[in-house]
């Protein structure tokens, strides 16, 4: 398996931002061939990120819950497939957080992505306050059990909150011992990422582990020159798995 590299923009940059760094992107992209890109821009840059990156796919960061109507200021499922999106980002930490989406919300928008012929990238995770009080395994369990029955094709992408944005990473080894357990979940051949201030630093420590198949990442995304690093040191790191 190629390391995933995919990166998450959040709500930054303006279109010709956009475009600048979708140039750097193509451009450190050309000496690569060992790694499946995945960039999630702002909805309303899809179509532009479609067009112009060169290798590699488009993530929505959110969809809709329903699939279409008077849901003023919603993108649909359906909507971000025809503006070139492959895979959709669900129940982001700053989605369940910020926007109170709930599990629940999330499991309809996993059933519209299988609709739409969009693959889930679903993120889960633990604040702070969980892991110390002894609920981390409950809380990825319950983030998991959206996932019961669905035949689709999916990735995980676990982001420990407390990690994302602040600069504090899990270790390799907190990671891993994290995605091991998703492992034990979800079984071979569901991709898990780990996200949560990965930067050019530390992605090698982060992929060198068993159970963590590529990054998801924010701020470093957002920085071309460190971006194009993660993506040269990740292309040369020797995955032993297939
Ligand atoms: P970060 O964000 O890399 O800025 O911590 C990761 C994410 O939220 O997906």
């Excluded at 909507?79 to 129940?91: N, T, V, W």
């Excluded at 029955?149 to 420990?160: C, G, I, L, T």
């Excluded at 390799?172 to 930067?199: F, M």
Aim: hydrophobic share 40%; aromatic share 4%; net charge negative.
């Amino acid at each position: 398996m190629k390391p995933i590299i995919a990166a998450n923009w959040k709500m930054n940059l303006t279109k010709s931002d956009a475009s600048n760094l979708i140039g750097h992107i193509n451009h450190a992209m050309n000496d690569i061939a060992n790694i499946e890109l995945i960039l999630g821009p702002s909805h309303c840059y899809l179509d532009l990120a479609a067009t112009h990156l060169k290798r590699g796919v488009i993530a929505a960061q959110n969809i809709a819950e329903f699939s279409g109507g008077a849901y003023t200021g919603e993108i649909s499922a359906q909507m971000a497939k025809s503006c070139g999106a492959k895979y959709a980002l669900l129940g982001h930490s700053e989605r369940r957080h910020v926007f109170h989406e709930t599990n629940e919300m999330i499991q309809k928008k996993l059933v519209l992505c299988n609709d739409n012929g969009l693959i889930p990238i679903l993120c889960v995770g633990e604040t702070l306050e969980q892991r110390n009080s002894g609920q981390l395994k409950t809380v990825i369990n319950d983030q998991l059990d959206v996932l019961k029955n669905s035949a689709q094709v999916y990735f995980v992408a676990y982001e420990p909150v407390w990690a994302i944005g602040t600069g504090e990473t899990a270790t390799p080894e907190l990671a891993e011992e994290v995605h091991a357990h998703i492992r034990s979940v979800v079984g071979d051949g569901v991709p898990i990422l780990y996200g949560g201030s990965v930067n050019a630093s530390n992605i090698k420590g982060l992929l060198s582990m068993p159970n963590i198949d590529g990054a998801l990442i924010g701020g470093a995304s957002l920085k071309s020159d460190e971006f194009s690093d993660i993506l040269k040191i990740s292309a040369a790191l020797e995955r032993k798995k297939s």
